[in-house]
């Protein structure tokens, strides 16, 4: 299962960073759309705690060892961190970007899962698959798109 268990270390990387950067968004998002995605940035950032939880507990449950070092996140991850200096559109942007890669992986994952007959990973990769599948709709909208 060592190409499952790099899925999996790969995605608790991403979503670490994503957590980071979310985190970053919240807190520096100005404009007149100030409220509205302060509150989704947080919305996601909480989101993002449980994925990287549900999947390093997985991981475990494979007898995996999740990754657990920002370094190592930071290696792994598909995404990159916050530049500090993105306007609240940019901010947007970044994330539409990011949640499109992310779900790609998801389901390279999810097919990954199905040749090793390992169900119960498919299904949480899916899950969160269809949450980003919401997500990039909203962030699209918001943007115009």
């Known amino acids: 299962m060592t190409k499952l268990h790099d899925i999996l270390n790969k995605q608790i990387s991403t ?3 994503l957590y980071v950067k979310l985190h970053n968004f919240h807190w520096y998002v100005k404009g007149n759309q100030f409220f509205t995605l302060h509150v989704k940035f947080q919305e996601l950032y909480e989101e993002a705690t449980l994925v990287v939880d549900d999947f390093a507990e997985r991981l475990l449950a494979l007898e995996g060892k999740p990754v657990a070092t920002m370094t190592e996140h ?3 991850s598909s995404v990159k961190e916050a ?4 306007e609240a559109t940019q901010m947007v942007e970044s994330l539409i970007s ?9 389901k390279e994952g999810m097919e990954e899962a199905e040749k090793k007959g390992d169900e119960t990973t498919g299904d949480m990769l899916l ?4 949450s980003l599948e919401k997500h990039l709709w909203m962030l699209k909208a918001f943007n115009g798109k």
């Open 127 to 130: 899950a969160v698959h269809k």
């Open 15 to 17: 979503w670490s960073v």
């Open 83 to 86: 530049t500090g200096k993105e």
């Open 98 to 106: 990011d949640f499109t890669l992310v779900a790609a992986e998801l």
């Open 74 to 76: 930071l290696k792994l």
